[in-house]
Every structure is written in structure tokens, then in C-alpha cells.
């Protein structure tokens, strides 16, 4: 069984950092690119950061461009999440998650993902 877990959330205040992880476990399998996610209560799942294994490249959703960088090990399906300038608006649990389809290269879209993490709670206050 292939599994993602993910950790490094917490409660921080706004304007601090915080890093999120993810490893695998379980059976080896290849992806293609790895990805974030995250999901306030209420709210739709949102894309937050990919990075693409193939041709190196990484993509981030508007709201966190330029505050967030996601980066990984190419073979290890390791990726983490830094994150600075937390906003309240950026509280959400956090998912990680995996394409394994070299096909499936929209990496904004959820569905795109095969294996997925449990989530990580990442809460900010004022």
C-alpha cells in the first residue's frame, strides 16, 4: 500500500513561517509530480503548489505565489511546503499529494492525483 503523511502544522500567528513535510511509505511507486492542497472548513479544496519531476518546474496558486515554495527529492516522493508570511486566510488543513499518471500533467486540478496524505492542520491567528 502506497501511503503520503504529512506534518508540520500547527497554530502560528499571522506574518510567521511554517514548513510542512511530506514523505511516502509503504510500496515504491514512481510520480511524476507532487503537489499541495489545502481545504477550510466549508470551502472547496484548493490548489496550493506542485512541482514537476519531469521538466523541473513548479506552479503555485495566486493567493500564495511569491509566499510559499514547495520543493522536493526526484525519486524519494518527498516534497515540503515553506511557508511565510502566513495570512489567517491560509488557515486550512493541508494535504499532499501525488501524480502518478505521466499523462495527467494539469497539476492544479485535484483530480489529477492519485495518492493523497491524511492532511496536516495549519491554523493562523491575529
Known amino acids: 500500500q502506497v501511503q503520503l503523511a504529512e506534518s508540520g502544522g500547527g497554530l502560528v500567528q499571522a506574518g510567521a513561517s511554517l514548513r510542512l513535510s511530506c514523505t511516502s511509505s509503504g510500496r515504491t511507486f514512481m510520480s511524476y509530480a507532487m503537489g499541495w492542497f489545502r481545504q477550510a472548513p466549508g470551502k472547496e479544496r484548493e490548489f496550493v503548489a506542485a512541482t514537476n519531476w519531469v521538466a523541473g518546474g513548479t506552479f503555485y496558486g495566486d493567493s500564495v505565489r511569491g509566499r510559499f515554495t514547495i520543493s522536493g527529492v526526484k525519486g524519494e516522493n518527498t516534497v515540503t511546503l515553506q511557508m511565510n508570511r502566513l495570512k489567517q486566510d491560509d488557515a486550512a488543513e493541508y494535504y499532499c499529494?501525488?501524480?502518478?499518471?505521466?499523462?495527467?500533467?494539469?497539476?492544479?486540478?485535484?483530480?489529477?492525483?492519485?495518492?493523497w496524505g491524511q492532511g496536516t492542520q495549519v491554523t493562523v491567528s491575529s
Open positions: 499529494a501525488a501524480v502518478t499518471n505521466v499523462w495527467s500533467n494539469d497539476y492544479y486540478k485535484a483530480e489529477n492525483y492519485a495518492v
